[in-house]
């Protein structure tokens, strides 16, 4: 069965440090990966999406960039986070189908101080 | 570009009861899916059913139903003989059928839904 991974499930870090969240599928093959934000008692915003390995698309112009190094790895990372950047941020893949809904790491609870 | 609508920010149930919560869309598309996805307190998103817009007849599961009104654009969801565990944060979703590879769903901005025992 699959099961997709996300770490770490909590993050505390000052304003200015890097960021690496890390999110990993098994089980499938060419997965489509997404990456979420999702503010404090708010909806989920679209960060990033990837199709296959490199293939990354920005949603929001922002301080984060993702990669693909690998079919089922995908990463989301910042040179320097910003207050503004705490937040929920959820990973997610989906079978290349529009049948398929999405399903979801278990998140990592972002707070920049 | 499509959106999603959910004009409900909170909602409250009594056990036992049953409860609505609603949803529109606007879209220009005339394939397209609908989701349901609950997020309890563990904030862990799960799905709770899924509608295709070609299919007329209402999906359910157990105690979720939906009504989809696909000419209004509407798409809520019902939850009957609520239960203490299905009090969530309760998000409505869209996706494109079409040929965008991306598959992105887009979310409403939720409804928070309270069961009172």
């Known amino acids: 069965s699959q099961t997709i991974h996300q770490w770490p499930a909590t993050l505390v870090q000052p304003v200015g440090s890097p960021l690496s969240l890390e999110c990993t599928v098994e089980g499938t093959s060419n997965p489509n990966l997404y990456w979420y934000r999702q503010a404090a008692g708010r909806g989920l915003q679209l960060l990033f999406y990837s199709v296959g390995i490199g293939q990354i698309s920005s949603e929001v112009p922002q301080n984060l960039s993702a990669s693909r190094p690998q079919d089922r790895q995908f990463i989301l990372s910042s040179k320097k986070l910003l207050l503004s950047d705490s937040g929920f941020y959820l990973c997610?893949?989906?079978?290349?189908?529009?049948?398929?809904?999405?399903?979801f790491g278990s998140g990592t609870r972002l707070t920049v101080v | 570009a499509q959106t999603v609508t959910q004009s409900q920010p909170e909602m409250s149930v009594q056990e036992a009861e049953t409860v609505t919560l609603s949803c529109t869309y606007d879209?220009?598309?005339?394939?397209?899916?609908l989701f349901w996805y609950k997020q309890p307190p563990s904030r862990q998103m799960i799905l709770v059913i899924r509608q295709e817009a070609y299919k007329q007849q209402n999906a359910t599961e157990n105690r979720f139903s939906v009504n989809f009104q696909k000419a209004a654009k509407s798409f809520s969801l019902k939850i009957s003989d609520s239960q203490l565990g299905d009090a969530a944060m309760y998000f409505c979703?869209?996706?494109?059928?079409?040929?965008?590879?991306?598959?992105?769903?887009?979310f409403g901005s939720g409804t928070r839904l309270l069961v009172r025992p």
């Open positions: 979703a869209y996706r494109s059928g079409g040929m965008d590879s991306s598959y992105k769903l887009i």
């Open positions: 997610a893949w989906s079978m290349g189908q529009a049948y398929y809904g999405y399903t």
């Open positions: 879209t220009s598309e005339s394939d397209y899916y």
